[in-house]
T-cell receptor, first 114, second 115 residues
Framework: DADVTQTPRNRITKTGKRIMLECSQTKGHDRMYWYRQDPGLGLRLIYYSFDVKDINKGEISDGYSVSRQAQAKFSLSLESAIPNQTALYFC?????????????FGSGTRLTVV | DQQVKQNSPSLSVQEGRISILNCDYTNSMFDYFLWYKKYPAEGPTFLISISSIKDKNEDGRFTVFLNKSAKHLSLHIVPSQPGDSAVYFCAADDRGSGNTGKLIFGQGTTLQVKP
């Protein structure tokens, strides 16, 4: 099984619908992140959480919300999806004080809003 | 405002030759830099990193150079192999500010290595 699992892998939804993207990890990492990838813009940070009780906005949090249900689970919600939220979404984890440093990414969720 | 910039969207090189991918940053507080590699349908994976106290870090075929005065880093791949064909992301972190762990990524450069 993958260390960082994202569900669903692909999703098509209609404008105005609520949708939740889920992320779970078996790395035992305390930190989790949600990024979106758009052509020409790279990876942009939506929200991040350094522990279960810590939630922070990233560069582009408008239109999104998150929930850190447990250390291993971090969900991203689009309360009312709009077409410009069509993107590839990645969840990532890291560990505080990790010597080697670096994120572990999930395989991504491709979201299309029509 | 893009704090980490990769101005070349794509790069094509011949197998066996050197690939040089460039990255510029604007925030002088960044003190740790990383390169990630991404294949289609997969998440990015960590490739190599460098601390701002160094100007070079080497790992096999991959070397990252950091020029702090120019706020510029580059990734050299020698020799390039077809399996290196992927999207490469540059990322930066400001570990000294207490925000460590919140990486800022560039736009990515798509490398194609031709056999």
């Amino acid at each position: 099984d993958a260390d960082v699992t994202q569900t669903p892998r692909n999703r098509i939804t209609k404008t105005g619908k609520r949708i939740m993207l889920e992320c779970s990890q078996t790395k035992g990492h305390d930190r989790m992140y949600w990024y979106r990838q758009d052509p020409g813009l790279g990876l942009r940070l939506i929200y991040y959480s350094f522990d279960v009780k810590d939630i922070n906005k990233g560069e582009i949090s408008d239109g999104y919300s998150v929930s850190r249900q447990a250390q291993a689970k971090f969900s991203l919600s689009l309360e009312s999806a709009i077409p410009n939220q069509t993107a590839l979404y990645f969840c990532a984890t890291s560990a505080t004080g990790q010597g080697a440093y670096g994120y572990t990414f999930g395989s991504g969720t491709r979201l299309t809003v029509v | 405002d893009q704090q980490v910039k990769q101005n070349s969207p794509s790069l094509s090189v011949q197998e066996g030759r050197i690939s040089i991918l460039n990255c510029d940053y604007t925030n002088s507080m960044f003190d740790y830099f990383l390169w990630y590699k991404k294949y289609p349908a997969e998440g990015p994976t960590f490739l190599i990193s460098i601390s701002s106290i160094k100007d070079k870090n080497e790992d096999g075929r991959f070397t990252v150079f950091l020029n702090k005065s120019a706020k510029h880093l580059s990734l050299h791949i020698v020799p390039s192999q077809p399996g290196d064909s992927a999207v490469y992301f540059c990322a930066a972190d400001d570990r000294g500010s207490g925000n460590t762990g919140k990486l800022i990524f560039g736009q990515g450069t798509t490398l194609q290595v031709k056999p």
